[in-house]
């Protein structure tokens, strides 16, 4: 607790009030005193006190029936009861119908430090209880997930309904539609929602070391290996595993990615012990997998093994209705974090990101945002705090020749994904080694 808690002492007895309440305050508590059961359930009624010194044999309202009254108005109220040795066994009755503990009179002041440090802890323990419970709540809600279009309250019901279940999903959209905050929804509302969820972006690492990631290696398995490593499946163990970008994956990693769901035992990469793991697979992709099982890219049976439910995120420029709320959401956000009144946008500027095509979709509308709150200077986001809106226009003619062509080609589609690698390679249908040669070639800059 960040401050001593108040402590109110209840005793017919004048001597033992004053002896309690010198002690107390020399220890630094707030103290208040009732000579009766009667005053002490108005004193607890006027005031919040975190423990309550309660004599148990007093006239007229005793220390039970106190106790009773006390715990209806203030439940948080710790009783610690004050008892001699004849009425222990009522004493004992007294903790089985709510007060924490007792003392025996007569006792020392070092006595009743101690219990009071023992009810601290217990109220600083079920406090953090509290508190982790409320963020793991929070986390568990769909406030990350914005949205009033019809689109959005769909993925919303979807969710709802497979969150409870132990259904692998398979979350589909184009990048930066938020596939991997409805992962964390998922897994917030499951029965698993305690235990661990882990994120792999399969598209971020080659093949080798994906390998190493999903599955974990022994020490020695190779070059560098100088101590055994759990991988990201051993890591999730009863809770979900979340893998991003699942269409990039090797066909070789495909198959033991498959072996793993169909038997949830894996090797770890240069051992034998065959480890098993109970754990709930979420998948996300923005390719269009039944094309690369078409051409061979990506195996038919890992598709439907993945594929059991499937929530599609439409893009931004398919649920314009739902800017204006993501913009104030992201405004709020960021204002908080900089440190800034919070802002409201003009007219021709939300008209301009109503307008705006939204390539890199909502994380590139929060990138947006966040932009134009640190460099804009008045009371409200204009047109001129957008980057889109400040482009210099493109030529007014284009380059003849066929290599300038390209070059500016490949300039305007990384300009428009922000430069985004991996989304401007899958827009000019070339793999992103080819776009980082040509980027070289060219030597094209990011403006």
Not at 268 to 282: A, C, F, M, T, Y
Request: proline fraction near 4%; charge should be negative.
């Amino acid at each position: 607790m960040t401050k001593k808690p108040r402590i109110l002492v209840v005793d017919d007895e004048a001597a033992i009030r004053e002896s309690l309440n010198d002690w107390l305050l020399e220890d630094g508590y707030e103290v208040g005193l009732a000579e009766g059961g009667e005053r002490a359930v108005a004193m607890v009624m006027e005031k919040k006190w975190d423990v309550v010194l309660l004599d148990l044999k007093m006239p007229g309202m005793d220390g039970l029936e106190a106790m009773e009254k006390i715990k209806a108005a203030r439940p948080d109220s710790e009783i610690l009861m004050m008892t001699a040795f004849a009425t222990i066994d009522t004493a004992v009755q007294a903790i089985k119908n709510g007060a924490f503990d007792y003392l025996v009179k007569p006792f020392d002041p070092d006595q009743i430090e101690m219990q009071i440090r023992k009810i601290i802890s217990h109220k600083e323990l079920v406090m953090e209880n509290i508190l982790l419970r409320q963020q793991l709540e929070e986390k568990s809600r769909y406030d990350e997930i914005i949205g009033t279009s019809d689109a959005m309250q769909d993925v919303f019901d979807l969710i709802t309904r497979v969150a409870p279940t132990d259904s692998t999903v398979l979350i589909t959209g184009e990048s930066g539609t938020g596939k991997e905050l409805v992962a964390q929804a998922i897994h917030g509302n499951s029965k698993c929602c305690y235990m661990p969820f882990i994120a792999v972006n399969c598209g971020a690492l080659p093949e080798t070391l994906l390998e190493s990631e999903l599955f974990g290696y022994e020490k020695g398995a190779f070059t560098g290996a100088e101590h055994t490593k759990q991988g990201r499946f051993e890591m999730a163990d009863k809770g979900t595993l979340f893998l991003d970008e699942i269409g990039d994956i090797s066909l070789k990693t495909q198959v033991n990615l498959l072996r793993v769901l169909q038997e949830k035992q894996f090797r770890r990469v240069g051992g034998q012990e065959l480890i098993s793991v109970d754990v709930r697979i979420l998948a996300a992709t923005n390719r269009d997998l039944q094309k690369g099982i078409l051409e061979n890219r990506f195996r038919e049976d890992l598709y439907y093994r993945l594929n059991v439910i499937t929530i599609h995120l439409p893009p931004l420029r398919e649920r314009k209705e739902d800017i204006p709320l993501l913009a104030t959401s992201f405004i709020r956000r960021y204002c908080l974090e900089i440190n800034k009144d919070e802002r409201n946008i003009s007219p021709s500027a939300l008209k301009s990101l109503m307008e705006y095509r939204w390539p890199g979709n909502v994380r590139e509308l929060e990138n947006v945002i966040e932009r134009a709150l640190v460099i804009g200077r008045g009371n409200e986001i204009t047109t001129g705090d957008l980057p889109f809106s400040q482009k210099s226009p493109g030529p007014k003619t284009l380059p003849k020749s066929l290599k300038m062509m390209e070059k500016f080609h490949i300039e305007s589609i990384l300009d428009d994904n922000e430069w985004n690698i991996s989304r401007s390679a899958r827009e000019l249908d070339i793999d992103r080694q080819t776009l980082y040669n040509k980027i070289e070639k060219y030597t094209i800059k990011r403006h």
